[in-house]
């Protein structure tokens, strides 16, 4: 399959990059020429002290120690990164103070909201003075329940300038969900919206808020942040006007090691109770400068948004854009309210120039028919980035064909795991259709076969042969850092094994085929979720699809399902016409055993599909974290779908 240039920075763009500069400044430091991005890739991840001491000085981290120097160890898990330094999260994102634009707020239940960085400090000096009256200290967890508006930017920053630990669930979350990961980490202080809107409509969440209160035996008070009511009932709780209520001038940082932690983030917990990943504060802020800076070529001048919850590690990526001073755009509502063109709305009434989206986002446009290079202006927008699943072919067509063919359209792939990306967009390099443009920086990602062997060209687990300092600093209630190995390092000992089932092309692009836990393997020859769905969901009658390996006779065979688009009948047409797009877009090997029109997928609250849960359920097993899931009653059907114990 040929993957067509689709985009490519003209040379001035290229000269005037941060990625060319910092290449320049690397040469210095290397003693050397880098011809291409490729080969300065490649000293990154070979010579990695003098890579990430790089980043550190360039970055201008803010501390009040320095670092006695850069890795005691390669090990993984066991690297120890800039030993001796002292710093405070807080303090790098609040280094500015001015009047320029920190936070513009929107959202469907109140008006728009504009934060200068002044104001941001101040405010999050307040909140900071609250929780210290409150008894926060060092390594305490402030578990907020939160809405995607300015408070929630406040309160984290206001626990981590305290040293304590920060965690966040979006409202969405059913109570369930919210005690698997909060009821593992025994917060102090629980901070939540009294509830939101969501395509118009309101959803009170205070008697979910009295059930947690009940329910976390460790948790000393609860803040309550007015959003869905202007003046809700905060009877037995604190309100967030109480907990701000001191004017403070000064806000002292607690200063503390490198790998401090920072945030207490999670799995997706789809089957099975969520890992709690603790990630450290100055880890976080060299892998999100690196990937906003050289990665995306952000600066003070830039407006940045991320279509995200709290839930998901996209909204503390986004946050970090504070530490380059620039603006960053919230938004808390349904993407497509209160019309469908809403998020393109955004970007010209915002000026975005970077906006971050996914490809279920993508494919919803394009089955809508919209075209917004006809109906917008975007002329702002610089850099479209997606991640959440892999990007299709069809995404980047409609990208470059619909959208604005002038912007470079990044697709990331990363996770909670490294809160960051293991393979990133570059202002630097042409864009080729599906295909992730390179190997981040720093990631020392190869493609293995399952014995250990490196691929090109060919498709197989990602892994990451070196560390980095993003990667978790532990996970919560693992005191011997059994879960932690059992995680990333049991399959290849010593190296990290994501899960990921990619193809690192000849031209150092990545394409990624889904998760190799979900990776079908029909006849004993592997194949990527994604290689199905792409030819699938670009069809006009399919709007969403669900792929499965069942076991059957000794064998996997592949079943998919298919959400139709609204007005098409299932037909034996139709179903002979899905099987020969994907014998024409893939191999005769991909094309499914059965294929079952189902009313709805079911989908995590970030927007994966959720192909290890309904597996489980075709073979007869449980699923039992049903609250990890946007539309958990989608799971019944394919409770009972009994052709599919005869189908052939």
Same mark, same amino acid.
């Given at each position: 399959?040929?993957?067509?240039?689709?985009?490519?920075?003209?040379?001035?763009?290229?000269?005037?990059?941060?990625?060319?500069?910092?290449?320049?400044?690397?040469?210095?430091?290397?003693?050397?020429?880098?011809?291409?991005?490729?080969?300065?890739?490649?000293?990154?991840?070979?010579? /990695?002290?003098?890579?990430?001491?790089?980043?550190?000085?360039?970055?201008?981290?803010?501390?009040?120690?320095?670092?006695?120097?850069?890795?005691?160890?390669?090990?993984?898990?066991?690297?120890?990164?800039?030993?001796?330094?002292?710093?405070?999260?807080?303090?790098?994102?609040?280094?500015?103070?001015?009047?320029?634009?920190?936070?513009?707020?929107?959202?469907?239940?109140?008006?728009?909201?504009?934060?200068?960085?002044?104001?941001?400090?101040?405010?999050?000096?307040?909140?900071?003075?609250?929780?210290?009256?409150?008894? +926060?200290?060092?390594?305490?967890?402030?578990?907020?329940?939160?809405?995607?508006?300015?408070?929630?930017?406040?309160?984290?920053?206001?626990?981590?300038?305290?040293?304590?630990?920060?965690?966040?669930?979006?409202?969405?979350?059913?109570?369930?969900?919210?005690?698997?990961?909060?009821?593992?980490?025994?917060?102090?202080?629980?901070?939540?919206?009294?509830?939101?809107?969501?395509? !118009?409509?309101?959803?009170?969440?205070?008697?979910?808020?009295?059930?947690?209160?009940?329910?976390?035996?460790?948790?000393?008070?609860?803040?309550?942040?007015?959003?869905?009511?202007?003046?809700?009932?905060?009877?037995?709780?604190?309100?967030?006007?109480?907990?701000?209520?001191?004017?403070?001038?000064?806000?002292?940082?607690?200063?503390?090691?490198?790998?401090?932690?920072?945030?207490?983030?999670?799995?997706?917990?789809?089957?099975?109770?969520?890992?709690?990943?603790?990630?450290?504060?100055?880890?976080?802020?060299?892998?999100?400068?690196?990937?906003?800076?050289?990665?995306?070529? /952000?600066?003070?001048?830039?407006?940045?948004?991320?279509?995200?919850?709290?839930?998901?590690?996209?909204?503390?990526?986004?946050?970090?854009?504070?530490?380059?001073?620039?603006?960053?755009?919230?938004?808390?509502?349904?993407? #497509?309210?209160?019309?469908?063109?809403?998020?393109?709305?955004?970007?010209?009434?915002?000026?975005?120039?970077?906006?971050?989206?996914?490809?279920?986002?993508?494919?919803?446009?394009?089955?809508?028919?919209?075209?917004?290079?006809?109906?917008?202006?975007?002329?702002?927008?610089?850099?479209?980035?997606?991640?959440?699943?892999?990007?299709?072919?069809?995404?980047?067509?409609?990208?470059?064909?619909?959208?604005?063919?002038?912007?470079?359209?990044?697709?990331?792939?990363?996770?909670?795991?490294?809160?960051?990306?293991?393979?990133? !967009?570059?202002?630097?390099?042409?864009?080729?259709?599906?295909?992730?443009?390179?190997? !981040?920086?720093?990631?020392? +990602? $190869?493609?293995?076969?399952?014995?250990?062997?490196?691929?090109?060209?060919?498709?197989?687990?990602? +892994?990451?042969?070196?560390?980095?300092?993003?990667?978790?600093?532990?996970?919560?209630?693992?005191?011997?850092?059994?879960?932690?190995? *059992?995680?990333?390092?049991?399959?290849?000992?010593?190296?990290?094994?994501?899960?990921?089932? /990619?193809?690192?092309?000849?031209?150092?692009?990545?394409?990624?085929? *889904?998760?190799?836990?979900?990776?079908?393997?029909?006849?004993?020859?592997?194949?990527?979720? #994604?290689?199905?769905?792409?030819?699938?969901?670009?069809?006009?009658?399919?709007?969403?699809?669900?792929?499965?390996?069942?076991?059957?006779?000794?064998?996997?065979?592949?079943?998919?399902?298919?959400?139709?688009?609204?007005?098409?009948?299932?037909?034996?047409?139709?179903?002979?016409?899905?099987?020969?797009?994907?014998?024409?877009?893939?191999?005769?090997?991909?094309?499914?055993?059965?294929?079952?029109? #189902?009313?709805?997928?079911?989908?995590?609250?970030?927007?994966?599909?959720?192909? /290890?849960?309904?597996?489980?359920?075709?073979?007869?097993?449980? +699923?039992?974290?049903?609250? #990890?899931?946007?539309?958990? $009653?989608?799971?019944?059907?394919?409770?009972?779908?009994?052709?599919?114990?005869?189908?052939?």
């Amino acid at each position: 399959m040929t993957h067509d240039l689709l985009w490519k920075p003209s040379p001035a763009a290229i000269d005037a990059a941060a990625m060319t500069k910092f290449l320049r400044v690397a040469e210095q430091r290397a003693g050397r020429s880098f011809g291409n991005y490729h080969e300065l890739w490649s000293w990154s991840v070979t010579e /990695i002290d003098a890579f990430w001491q790089l980043v550190w000085d360039q970055a201008d981290v803010r501390h009040s120690t320095p670092p006695s120097e850069t890795l005691v160890s390669t090990d993984m898990p066991g690297a120890n990164w800039f030993p001796g330094t002292r710093l405070n999260f807080a303090a790098n994102l609040l280094r500015h103070q001015d009047d320029h634009p920190a936070i513009v707020a929107r959202s469907e239940s109140r008006d728009r909201e504009v934060i200068s960085y002044r104001e941001l400090f101040d405010r999050v000096a307040a909140c900071a003075r609250g929780l210290a009256r409150l008894g +926060v200290t060092t390594g305490d967890r402030v578990a907020g329940f939160m809405a995607n508006v300015p408070e929630t930017v406040i309160a984290m920053l206001a626990t981590t300038s305290l040293g304590a630990i920060w965690s966040s669930s979006s409202p969405d979350f059913g109570f369930q969900g919210v005690m698997d990961r909060f009821g593992q980490i025994e917060p102090k202080v629980l901070i939540a919206t009294d509830g939101y809107r969501y395509q !118009g409509k309101a959803f009170d969440r205070m008697d979910e808020i009295r059930h947690l209160h009940e329910s976390l035996p460790h948790l000393e008070e609860v803040v309550i942040v007015p959003f869905l009511h202007e003046s809700p009932d905060t009877t037995g709780f604190l309100s967030w006007a109480d907990l701000t209520s001191e004017t403070v001038t000064e806000l002292p940082f607690c200063e503390l090691p490198f790998d401090h932690p920072v945030y207490i983030m999670y799995s997706s917990g789809t089957t099975g109770k969520p890992k709690c990943i603790v990630h450290g504060a100055g880890g976080v802020l060299l892998q999100h400068w690196k990937e906003h800076v050289l990665h995306t070529g /952000i600066t003070r001048d830039d407006r940045v948004f991320y279509f995200t919850t709290c839930g998901w590690m996209m909204w503390n990526w986004l946050i970090s854009s504070l530490q380059i001073g620039a603006t960053i755009v919230l938004y808390d509502g349904a993407p #497509a309210y209160p019309r469908r063109e809403s998020l393109f709305d955004l970007i010209d009434e915002e000026s975005l120039t970077v906006f971050g989206t996914s490809p279920k986002f993508l494919s919803f446009c394009e089955h809508a028919n919209m075209r917004p290079r006809n109906s917008h202006r975007l002329d702002s927008l610089r850099t479209i980035l997606s991640t959440g699943a892999p990007l299709a072919g069809a995404n980047f067509d409609y990208v470059y064909g619909a959208i604005r063919p002038e912007v470079c359209l990044s697709s990331i792939s990363g996770g909670t795991d490294i809160v960051s990306c293991f393979m990133l !967009g570059n202002p630097t390099l042409p864009v080729y259709r599906e295909e992730i443009q390179c190997r !981040g920086l720093g990631m020392a +990602v $190869e493609c293995w076969s399952d014995d250990g062997q490196s691929l090109t060209d060919r498709v197989g687990e990602l +892994v990451c042969t070196q560390p980095v300092p993003s990667m978790p600093v532990s996970f919560w209630n693992d005191p011997d850092g059994s879960l932690y190995r *059992g995680a990333y390092f049991e399959h290849f000992p010593g190296v990290w094994r994501h899960g990921d089932y /990619i193809k690192i092309t000849e031209r150092s692009g990545v394409i990624v085929y *889904g998760r190799s836990d979900a990776t079908l393997n029909p006849g004993g020859v592997r194949i990527g979720t #994604a290689e199905i769905y792409a030819p699938v969901e670009a069809m006009d009658e399919v709007v969403d699809s669900l792929v499965i390996g069942q076991r059957w006779h000794d064998d996997i065979r592949v079943v998919l399902f298919v959400v139709l688009a609204e007005g098409v009948v299932w037909s034996d047409a139709l179903h002979q016409r899905i099987r020969a797009t994907i014998r024409e877009r893939t191999t005769p090997r991909h094309v499914p055993a059965v294929i079952v029109p #189902a009313p709805a997928i079911p989908h995590t609250l970030n927007g994966k599909k959720v192909e /290890i849960a309904v597996t489980r359920i075709i073979h007869g097993e449980s +699923v039992t974290n049903r609250d #990890a899931l946007a539309n958990p $009653e989608s799971l019944d059907f394919f409770a009972d779908l009994p052709h599919l114990d005869s189908a052939e």
